[in-house]
């Protein structure tokens, strides 16, 4: 049997830009991507904390240390700079994996530093 686990989270990012003429996606700072153990084009579920809004699409690479989370395309009316989001990703474990298991959680600072 497989469960749908929270695979990592960046808790509390602060939305830099929102980019309603791209085709789509979230572009996060690369550092941070790594620090979450995210990869380019996996999918994953943003939350923003100032609105309610919930919606879900994929990760594309943002340049390293500009600390970057712009929502792009449709998902750019969904949120506002400055807007506290939370973006999490999923993975599908076998049942025997979750003993033990952690995933990665990484909370940041209003200047998306890691705290």
Not at 49 to 53: C, F, S
């Given at each position: 049997m497989k469960i749908e686990?929270?695979?990592s989270k960046l808790h509390r990012a602060?939305?830099?830009d929102a980019n309603l003429n791209y085709v789509g996606s979230i572009t996060i700072d690369e550092?941070?991507?790594d620090a979450a153990h995210l990869r380019e084009f996996q999918k994953v579920d943003v939350v923003d904390?100032?609105?309610?809004?919930r919606l879900s699409t994929y990760v594309i690479?943002?340049?390293?240390?500009k600390k970057d989370f712009c929502l792009n395309g449709a998902a750019a009316r969904k949120v506002?700079?400055?807007d506290k989001i939370i973006v999490i990703a999923y993975a599908s474990l076998d049942i025997e994996e979750?003993?033990?298991y952690k995933p990665y959680i990484i909370q940041l600072d209003d200047q998306n530093c890691i705290k």
């Open positions: 686990m929270m695979y602060t939305v830099t550092d941070l991507m904390i100032n609105n309610g809004e690479k943002g340049p390293r240390g506002a700079v400055g979750l003993d033990g």
